[in-house]
């Protein structure tokens, strides 16, 4: 914290978002535009004057790229160190890195970290959990497990939330 967009190597018309602030003056999420103004670099949106250092703040795209909803990942030369040194501590932990080759993301063994290519750390497999519960049904749904049960539910959830289309329920014989 504390850097002026020009020590983060931030430059006007760069599209910049902010992930931690000192002083609430700008929301995490916020994404801004940067334009020159006598020596500072401007924050468009709120038409003033500012150099960065009330917040952390991540690249989303350099000047004159083009920015798509699914580019998500930046290009290894557009990172900043921090980013950069993140990606190289995940690497050097063992985690699996990915590397954005023929429109899909491409586990790599050994990577180069080249200036044109977009790296990442391979996300973590969803965490899936099945669950069954049983019940019977008179005036209202009871849930107990007792030997007059008429029917089973099964449903998934996937990282702690429960899938809608997973949810099924059947009639048990008895």
Request: aromatic share 14%.
């Amino acid at each position: 914290m504390n850097k002026t967009f020009a020590d983060l190597g931030y430059n006007a018309g760069d599209t910049v978002r902010c992930v931690e602030t000192t002083n609430g003056l700008y929301k995490i999420g916020e994404v801004l535009t940067l334009s020159d103004s006598s020596g500072y670099l401007r924050h468009v949106s709120a038409g003033r004057n500012f150099d960065g250092s009330l917040a952390t703040w991540e690249l989303v795209s350099r000047a004159g790229s083009t920015v798509t909803a699914y580019d998500e990942y930046l290009i290894w030369g557009d990172m900043t160190p921090e980013a950069q040194g993140a990606l190289l501590l995940a690497f050097h932990n063992k985690a699996t890195i990915q590397f954005y080759c023929y429109d899909e993301w491409t586990d790599i063994q050994d990577p180069s970290f080249t200036s044109h290519d977009k790296y990442r750390v391979k996300p973590a497999d969803p965490v899936v959990v099945t669950h069954e519960i049983f019940g019977r049904h008179d005036l209202f749904w009871y849930f107990m497990e007792y030997e007059q049960d008429t029917h089973k539910i099964t449903y998934n959830t996937i990282d702690g939330v429960i899938d809608s289309a997973s949810v099924q329920m059947v009639e048990i014989d008895k």
